[in-house]
């Protein structure tokens, strides 16, 4: 005889909606080298860390603005407000090595290692509006002044 088995009428788990991800995969450039730069803008507003990467005189500066607009790009798409996003997680994983060999004297060889990253960028909507206040936060404020006036 066979088992009846009785199906969980369960809704798949979404991932969290108010994370967005982008991604960027293989980039020529070392993933130590890009951790110099990503380390200063995680945890800030993701338009203030736009600002700060674009006066950074580094390729991986380069690399992260593109990967941060194209995530705020992707929020924006999905309707979270541009002004509360922050960056709440970035990394940089190492990504496929190239070997090379240089010739060197006495006829060695010395290897050269070409190292790429992935670099992943993840905005999430904060509660904060960057340069200023969040509209509801505001009015609660304006409720509270007014209730203690009369």
Do not use: C
């Amino acid at each position: 005889m066979a088992k009846t088995e009785s199906k969980k009428s369960e809704a798949p788990v979404a991932p969290d909606p108010r994370k967005v991800k982008a991604v960027t995969k293989y980039v020529r450039i070392a993933p130590r080298k890009l951790r110099l730069v990503i380390d200063t803008i995680r945890k800030r507003p993701a338009l203030e860390a736009v600002g700060i990467l674009s006066l950074m005189p580094r390729k991986g500066a380069r690399i992260a603005v593109k990967t941060l607009r194209s995530a705020i790009a992707n929020a924006k798409n999905l309707g979270l407000d541009e002004k509360r996003l922050i960056v709440s997680d970035i990394r940089a994983d190492g990504g496929p090595v190239m070997k090379r060999f240089m010739s060197r004297s006495k006829g060695r060889a010395e290897r050269i290692l070409k190292r790429s990253s992935h670099l992943t960028v993840i905005v999430s909507e904060g509660r904060k509006v960057w340069g200023g206040e969040a509209p509801e936060e505001a009015k609660a404020k304006k409720k509270q002044a007014v209730k203690a006036a009369s």
